[in-house]
């Protein structure tokens, strides 16, 4: 199933904390299942008409916890972390 990002602009709240927010939500709400693709950096900075930079921090900090995979040429992935 396909996650769907989405950044609210008058939130207050940075847009990479953002993403980074709904894509744990739906990794415990189990809307993604391990091994489920993310969206490119790319197409989903283009879809959030936000910096690509942005979404590559969000990307990046999820890695760092584990949540999520990046495979070189291949694209981001859901991890087997739980929230």
Same mark, same amino acid.
């Not at 993403?19 to 197409?43: F, H, N």
């Not at 283009?46 to 995979?69: C, F, H, I, K, Q």
């Not at 990046?70 to 929230?83: D, N």
């Given at each position: 199933? &396909? ?10 709240? @940075? ?12 990794? &415990?709400?189990?809307?993604?299942? @391990?091994?489920?693709? %993310? @969206? ?7 879809? %959030?008409?936000?910096? @690509?930079? #942005? ?8 890695? +760092? ?6 495979? +070189?040429?291949?694209? #981001? ?7």
């Amino acid at each position: 199933m &396909a996650i769907k990002i989405t950044i609210d602009m008058k939130s207050g709240v @940075p847009f990479y904390r953002q993403i980074i927010d709904q894509v744990k939500s739906a990794i &415990a709400t189990g809307m993604v299942e @391990p091994g489920d693709r %993310l @969206p490119t950096v790319r197409q989903l900075a283009v879809d %959030l008409s936000v910096n @690509p930079n #942005t979404v590559s921090r969000a990307y990046t900090e999820l890695e +760092l916890t584990g949540l999520v995979e990046t495979q +070189l040429g291949s694209g #981001t992935f859901v991890g087997q972390r739980k929230v």
